[in-house]
C-alpha cells in the first residue's frame, strides 16, 4: 500500500504572491495619484492655446483635438478654418472621438469642440465675446491620441497596473488549486492489481488480501463509510436440489494411547475395539 501524495505548497504561494501584487499595486497608485492627475489637466496636456484678441494660426498634428476652456464658455463664438496656400479655406471638422476628458478637483473646464485634422495642417482659430469683460482665458488643445500613447508608455503607470491585473490573476489561480486539493484529501485511489490505497483512517480495518471490490463496497468507500467484507469460503451451494457438493471436513480419528502420546481414555470413556488388549498382551 502506497502512501498518499503530500499537498504542494504553490497554490497557497501563488494566493500570498497575488495579495501581495495586489496591495503594492493599490499603494503605489495611491503615492502616484497626483501625477496620475495631471494626465486630465489640460493646463498641462494641452500642445496648443489660443487667446481673444490675438491672430491665432496653429500647427495641428493629426489626430482627435480636444478644445477646453477654464471656467464657463457661454460668451465664446469661436471658428476653425484651414489655411492653404496662405488663403483661408474650409472648416475643420468636429466629427471624431477621443477619450480624453478635463477633470481636476480645483478647477472646472468646458468643453468647447473636437476637431478633426487627418493630416498635419495649418489651422486658424477666430474667437469672437459675446460680453467686453469676458473670454479672458485662453482656449487649450490637447491631442486625445497623443495622451493616450503618452499615458500607455509611462512607466509608473504600466508597472502600477501591472502589478494588479498580475496579482487578479494569481490570488483566483491559487486559490482553485486550493480547493482541488483539499478534494483530494479523501478520495479512494486503486492500483492494477486493486488494492485499497486511501488516506482516510478506515484503510486500518480492510483486509490486506482483498483482491477485488464489488460496486457496493466501493459506492461505501466513497460515502465514508466501512464496508461488509465477507470471509472467503468454498462452501458454494449446489445448484442440484438432492445433492449436496459443498466439501465437508472430516472429524479427526481418535488415537489410542502409546509411549509417544498420552492416552486420552478413561474407565468412563474406554475404547470401542480391542486395541487395549493387543497393547497388554505386548
Known amino acids: 500500500m502506497q502512501p498518499a501524495p503530500e499537498p504542494s505548497p504553490w497554490p497557497k504561494r501563488l494566493m500570498i504572491a497575488g495579495l501581495v501584487l ?3 499595486g493599490v499603494a503605489t497608485f495611491s503615492l502616484m495619484m497626483d501625477d496620475f492627475g495631471e494626465y486630465y489637466d489640460p493646463r498641462e496636456t494641452s500642445e496648443q492655446s489660443a487667446e481673444l484678441g490675438e491672430v491665432n494660426t496653429l500647427t495641428l498634428g493629426s489626430g482627435c483635438w480636444v478644445v477646453h476652456v477654464e471656467g464657463d464658455d457661454s460668451d465664446y463664438i469661436v471658428t ?3 489655411i492653404e496656400d496662405g488663403e483661408v479655406g474650409a472648416k475643420v471638422s468636429d466629427d ?6 478635463a477633470e481636476h478637483p480645483d478647477v ?3 468643453k468647447l469642440t473636437t476637431l478633426d485634422i487627418k493630416d498635419s495642417s495649418e489651422v486658424l482659430v477666430e474667437i469672437e465675446c459675446k460680453s467686453d469683460d469676458g473670454c479672458n482665458n485662453p ?3 490637447t491631442n486625445g491620441d497623443s495622451w493616450l500613447l503618452e499615458i500607455a508608455s509611462d512607466g509608473g ?4 497596473m501591472g502589478a494588479c491585473c498580475m496579482g487578479a490573476v494569481l490570488f483566483p489561480l491559487g486559490w482553485l488549486l486550493v480547493a482541488i486539493n483539499k478534494g483530494r484529501g479523501g478520495k479512494v485511489y486503486l492500483t492494477q492489481d486493486q488494492n485499497i490505497i486511501s488516506t482516510d483512517p478506515l484503510e486500518q480495518e480492510m483486509k490486506p ?9 466501493l459506492y461505501k468507500l466513497v460515502r465514508g463509510e466501512v464496508p461488509d467484507f465477507e470471509e472467503d469460503s468454498n462452501n458454494v451451494p449446489s445448484p442440484f436440489a438432492n445433492v449436496d457438493t459443498r466439501v465437508t471436513k472430516s472429524a479427526p480419528a481418535k488415537v489410542g494411547g502409546s509411549i509417544n502420546r498420552a492416552s486420552t481414555f ?6 470401542s475395539d480391542d486395541s487395549w488388549k493387543n497393547w497388554d498382551e505386548s
Not at 471624431?96 to 476628458?101: E, L, P, Q
Not at 488480501?209 to 463496497?217: A, G, I, P, V
Not at 478413561?266 to 475404547?271: D, K, M, R, S, V
Open 96 to 101: 471624431c472621438r477621443t477619450d480624453f476628458s
Open 108 to 110: 472646472d473646464f468646458s
Open 139 to 141: 482656449l487649450l488643445f
Open 80 to 82: 476653425y478654418k484651414y
Open 22 to 24: 495586489i496591495f503594492v
Open 209 to 217: 488480501n482483498q483482491e477485488m471490490l464489488t460496486t457496493d463496497q
Open 157 to 160: 503607470f504600466l508597472a502600477t
Open 266 to 271: 478413561t474407565p468412563e470413556n474406554p475404547p
